[in-house]
């Protein structure tokens, strides 16, 4: 029997609980009921039983591009309320690779500097 994915985790310098809702509110998962501030590892819970995120304080910084990372498709947004919406909670825009016939993505950047595409959506 093959094994299953369980965490998809992500290392942090600085508070998992602080990424950990970054990440919470951008994609609608709860943080767990048994982790709170301060705590070194923090985790969300996907409700329909898929992989959670663990954020995990780490003592080394991040220091080049992510080998893997999210393509978010937004649902009910087009890709620029997505993006805004993700600036809002604390993300960065790193480069704008949308093409004139609306198809290609947005690189973004979570708090910590872990790299996330959001391409587009049903809306466009």
């Known amino acids: 029997m093959n094994p299953a994915i369980r965490h998809i985790t992500f290392d942090c310098t600085g508070e998992p609980y602080e990424l950990a809702r970054f990440w919470s509110a951008l994609l609608g998962l709860p943080v767990s009921d048994e982790d709170e501030p301060g705590d070194p590892e923090v985790l969300l819970e996907d409700p329909s039983g898929g992989p959670g995120l663990l954020f995990v304080r780490v003592e080394e910084g991040k220091t080049a591009k992510n080998r893997i990372h999210f393509d978010l498709k937004p649902t009910g ?41 959001v391409e587009r959506g049903e809306l466009g």
Request: net charge neutral; charged share 35%.
């Open 77 to 117: 947004r087009t890709r620029a309320e997505e993006v805004a919406r993700a600036l809002r909670l604390g993300g960065r825009q790193l480069a704008d690779h949308t093409r004139p016939d609306g198809r290609g993505w947005v690189v973004m950047a979570d708090p910590e500097g872990n790299e996330f595409c």
